[in-house]
């Protein structure tokens, strides 16, 4: 195995690692998430579509999500999806506006 290799092994390690904390707490919100570091789950299906069509492998968008979220979207947000309180729109309002 080669360095790249093995680096690339870790990586991907690294990113399962990440999902599956991400699966495990359902009840940090995606607006949590980009207020605190900028992404979210949504970020992460969007980075792994680029990565995918990077590599050759075209990916839709929605199956991508499905990885990431472990199931449906639109199931992952019907159950622990909760409604964003106007204190974190502000933030993240004013986040985006930094930019």
Not at 33 to 42: S, T, W, Y
Not at 60 to 89: C, F, H
Request: hydrophobic share 35%; proline share 2%; net charge negative.
């Amino acid at each position: 195995m080669t360095e790249e290799t093995s680096n690339e092994a870790i990586e991907a390690a690294v990113f399962r690692r990440l999902v599956a904390h991400l699966d495990e707490n359902k009840d940090v919100q995606n607006i949590d998430l980009m207020n605190l570091a900028g992404f979210c789950r949504n970020c992460l299906s969007k980075w792994y579509v680029a990565a995918a069509e990077e590599q050759g492998r075209p990916l839709e968008y929605e199956d991508a999500r499905e990885r990431v979220y472990g199931m449906p979207y639109g199931d992952w947000k019907s159950r622990y999806q909760a409604e964003a309180t106007a204190e974190q729109k502000a933030q993240f309002d004013a986040n985006q506006n930094a930019h």
